[in-house]
Structure formats: C-alpha cells, structure tokens
C-alpha cells in the first residue's frame, strides 16, 4: 500500500532555543519513500545528520516566539509483517557486533531486574528464539491495559510492569527489556501506522531473531503491516521525535496516516 504520513507541530519558544528533530523517515526494509515534504515557519537555517542508528536528524536554532514544522512523505509500504514461529535463538557469540548493545539494560528498560518475569511468561516455550518473544507481546497485549494519561516521559519498563497500565512507549520498553532479559537482542521502533485509533505517532519492538530484525507490536491483538519507521533506537531516549535545548512549549500536534492512490 502507499500511504501519506505526516504530522504538523506548533511551538511556543520563549528564547531562541536549540532543536534536534528527528521527523524524516528514510528507504529501507518494508518501505520506500516516494516523495516527501518538510515545511519550518518561520524559515531558519536547518543542517542534517545521520545519528549512529541510521536516523535522519534535522538541527537548528528555533526563534523566540510561534514556531511550526511540518513534515509529510508518501511511503510505499509492505501491507503485512513477517511471521516465523520456530525461528530460532541467536547465541550471543554470534551475534553481529552492531546488535550487541541492543542486549544491554537502558534508561527505560532494566532488563537487568526483569529476568523472573521473563521466564515466567515463556516457561512453556519449547523453542528458544521468535516463540519467546511472541509469547512477550501477547503477554503484554494480555495483561497491560492501555490507557492514555497513566504514565509520563519517566516511565520505565519496572513501572509498566508493576503498575500493568501504559500506551505504546510503555508496552515498547516492557517488550524490549524482557526480550533483553532472555538475552534476544530488542531495538525500539518509532513511527506510523495505518489505521492506528487514536491516531498519533506510535512505537513498537524488534527483535533480533534466526540472522535478521521480526516486528512485534504489543498493543495489536495479531500482527498488522502498513508501518513507516522513523527512527529506531536502544529506548525513547534515542529516539525522541523533538529534543529542545531550552523553554520550547508544544502547543498542538496533528498526525495523519492515508492510503495514498497510486
């Protein structure tokens, strides 16, 4: 499918503040971008680089006053995601070296401390590997409510956990830490999906399974296609669509997804 993504975000700076955006989506597995569209107001100098991701990173100075961005991109996608029960378990010494971070505890996921559960929830997975990280998402599609307003930017995978109540950051960070904890690589995943209800920009996992990356999306009951990623990282702190410098007040976001005729 071709789908037209895109968000709008209105700010209020009260200096000139430093900004890094992180709002292009680029080529690459399950879709390509067509064309694209990025609008700043007032007009200000803007330089790009790739951070150590591969995430495309737009900095400049934002002036005091109303300020707005404005990103669109028509992207063809893939209209499902792969499915490989049975695949099987990396051993970490086999691991590429570029995937082995995605192993460690971060800022928002201790999978350190979450061992217990992890084994818990996949005690009678026979097959080490993509088994035991569907058994993880439907765990967590299973057992913690969605709910916006229940959690904030210092939400960790050990809140989600023990409150059992989040939206997608906080299903994300709880999937990756326990993927980690069983030591399956798990990246986080920002972007767009279609159809998505409430619409807005939404996350999920991936993990590093049989030589290659499987999608798994803890807040959908079964497994949907029809994604755009924008930035991949270790947890939201590497994958943060605005990161300001100074008092920057986001007054209003707008986010679209549509099938887009070919």
């Known amino acids: ?29 399950g879709q390509w971008i067509i064309s694209e ?18 995430n495309l990173c737009q900095r400049l100075v934002a002036p005091a006053g ?11 996608t893939n209209d499902t995601i792969d499915v490989a ?8 010494e086999d691991l590429p070296d570029d995937v082995l971070h995605f192993l460690l505890p971060s800022r928002y996921c201790q999978s350190d401390q979450l061992g217990e559960l992890a084994a818990d929830i996949t005690a009678t997975v026979e097959t080490p590997g993509y088994d035991q990280a569907e058994a993880i998402r439907r765990w967590i599609n299973q ?35 326990l993927c980690r904890s069983l030591n399956i690589p ?11 209800k409430p619409m807005d920009l939404h996350a999920w996992f991936e993990a590093y399974i049989d030589g290659r990356w499987y999608t798994f999306d803890a807040t959908q009951t079964e497994p949907k296609g029809n994604r755009v990623t924008v930035a ?31």
């Open 37 to 54: 569209e990025y609008e700043i107001m007032p007009h200000v100098p803007v330089t790009e680089f790739t951070d150590r991701y591969g």
């Open 143 to 177: 057992n913690i409510r969605y709910e916006y307003g229940t959690s904030d930017a210092s939400t960790s995978a050990i809140d989600t956990a023990a409150h059992r109540v989040g939206v997608c950051r906080d299903f994300t960070h709880l999937g990756m830490a």
């Open 85 to 92: 029960h049975g695949a099987p378990f990396v051993p970490i």
């Open 232 to 262: 991949y990282g270790r947890d939201a702190a590497d994958v943060a669509f605005t990161t300001q410098f100074g008092p920057m007040l986001l007054n209003t976001m707008e986010v679209w997804v549509k099938a887009a005729e070919q």
């Open 1 to 29: 499918m071709h789908l037209h993504v895109g968000c709008t975000l209105q700010f209020e700076a009260q200096d000139n503040t430093p900004v890094i955006f992180m709002l292009r989506p680029r080529s690459g597995s």
């Open 66 to 76: 109303p300020f707005s961005v404005r990103t669109a991109a028509t992207v063809q």
């Open 186 to 196: 798990a990246r986080m995943v920002v972007g767009y999906l279609h159809e998505l």
